[in-house]
T-cell receptor, first 111, second 115 residues
Framework: QKEVEQDPGPLSVPEGAIVSLNCTYS??????FMWYRQYSRKGPELLMY????GNKEDGRFTAQVDKSSKYISLFIRDSQPSDSATYLC???????????FGQGTTLQVKP | GEEVAQTPKHLVRGEGQKAKLYCAPI?????VFWYQQVLKNEFKFLIS????????ETGMPKERFSAKCLPNSPCSLEIQATKLEDSAVYFC?????????????FGSGTRLTVV
């Protein structure tokens, strides 16, 4: 069993829809949680980060962490075709910065 | 500069040949990380450096893989005697010390193809 599980999709939504992306994890020591966006043939780009449980909002993006359920989410409001990419969750248990990634969810937003 | 520069973008090696990849971190960033992405989305941590010192090497294969970060030079990841299974995109990332646990900046990767 992988430490971090993420549905690879693909997920296809119409423009303007609310998108919900999720990851579950098994290691209760994870404290730092991140979401990255990766366009084809590019490096991952950091979208959001949170520490421990709670919500964080940045523009159209909201990240949620529920440590009791070992579940994290990324919500995208008013989705745009330019949001079409692979979204990777990542998390860390230590102060070394070593990240464990989910498999990534491929999102397509159709105009 | 404000980007992590990785070279070359593409590298093709015959099985058994050596491959050497380079990474120039963002100026002022003291941490460098190497990841291997296989099968499109499977990221695997390899090694990290704090300046020129190995910080965490728990993901580094014991054989054939080595890495260095020397002063005033790009960091490097070297694979001796490449195997078909080494075919992957290798990403480098860098971070300032104060934000090491809040994500870091990735380069665009080096795509290694072993034939």
């Amino acid at each position: 069993q992988k430490e971090v599980e993420q549905d690879p999709g693909p997920l296809s939504v119409p423009e303007g829809a609310i998108v919900s992306l999720n990851c579950t994890y098994s290691n209760s020591a994870f404290q730092y949680f991140m979401w990255y966006r990766q366009y084809s043939r590019k490096g991952p780009e950091l979208l959001m980060y949170t520490y421990s449980s709670g919500n964080k909002e940045d523009g159209r993006f909201t990240a949620q962490v529920d440590k009791s359920s070992k579940y994290i989410s990324l919500f995208i409001r008013d989705s745009q075709p330019s949001d079409s990419a692979t979204y990777l969750c990542a998390m860390s248990a230590s102060n070394t910065g070593k990240l464990i990634f989910g498999q990534g969810t491929t999102l397509q937003v159709k105009p | 500069g404000e980007e992590v520069a990785q070279t070359p973008k593409h590298l093709v090696r015959g099985e058994g040949q050596k491959a050497k990849l380079y990474c120039a971190p963002i100026k002022g960033h003291s941490y460098v990380f190497w990841y291997q992405q296989v099968l499109k989305n499977e990221f695997k941590f390899l090694i990290s450096f704090q300046n020129e010192n190995v910080f965490d090497e728990t993901g580094m294969p014991k054989e054939r893989f080595s890495a260095k970060c020397l002063p005033n030079s790009p960091c490097s990841l070297e694979i001796q005697a490449t195997k078909l299974e080494d075919s992957a995109v290798y990403f480098c990332a860098s971070s300032q010390e104060t934000v090491i646990n809040y994500g870091y900046t990735f380069g665009s990767g080096t795509r290694l193809t072993v034939v």
